[in-house]
């Protein structure tokens, strides 16, 4: 049955969210742990030739986490790679045995490698994408189901993008890993649907992070002006906090939405079919 009395909270649950350094996962971690949830906050990747933005750091993590503890929450940081299926199956097997439980599963990790017709794509692009975007995916939700389906609840959410809902020209690989989680986390909704677990997904479109937004680098006049031209809602890019707010929906609700695929695009969302 489901238990609709709850009040939105997340007190005595324990939250793991991937790619909690920073941008929208350290939002996450921040708003979950502002509800009541321990927070375990895993990040730090290791070293990827292909990518041209610097990825999260030590120092990173650490601050996400004083963030979150200075504002009166718990939160335990782990530096990990989602890559590495073994890391993070210890990192759910500590999480459970550390703290009693794993309730909450935020699969946020990602990454976007440079632009580059499909023709341009080189193994190596095309591996740490999906090593990253969606095999990293598929070990946290294999990971943090076991433990779920034991407790006879959970909450994930998979983090794609508007690019898993329509084509991307010259980032054709990343659209592909963003597709592919789309149809991960319907199928497993579906396996779990009985068994109090939900899995649902955010898709953002282009968001104010370090991932799109490099440290040091500010839009000119143009970019600005020309993104916001994209939007039928007439915004450049989102805020991490506008997709944390879906996140938490998800989270939060009592059980009868899984296998929700929710758009925060700007109205792009009108466009498709």
Known sequence: ????????RLEGRVALVTGAARGQGRSHALALAGLGATVVALDVPAAMSSIRYPLASSDDL????????AAGGACVPVEADVRDAAAVDAVVRTAV???????????????????????ETTDTMWAELVGTNLTGVFHCLRAAVKPMRELGFGRIVVTSSMGGRMGLPDISAY???????????KS???????????????????????????????????????????????????EAEDVTRAVVHLVTDPGVLSGVVMEIGLGSSARLH
Do not use: H
């Open 97 to 119: 045995a550390d703290l009693g439980s794993l309730d909450v599963l935020v699969a946020n990790a990602g990454i976007v490698s440079p632009p580059a017709k499909l023709w």
């Open 188 to 238: 497993l909704a579906l396996e779990v649907a009985k068994e109090g677990v939900t899995v649902n997904v955010v898709c953002p479109c282009t968001v104010d992070t370090p991932m799109a937004m490099p440290a040091g680098r500010i839009p000119d006049e143009a970019i600005v002006a020309r993104a916001t031209r994209v939007n039928p809602i007439p915004e450049p890019w989102l």
């Open 62 to 69: 650490k601050e996400t986490c004083a963030l979150v503890t």
């Open 1 to 8: 049955m489901i238990d609709r009395s709850g009040d939105g």
């Open 175 to 185: 659209s592909a890993t963003k597709w592919g989680v789309i149809g991960m986390a």
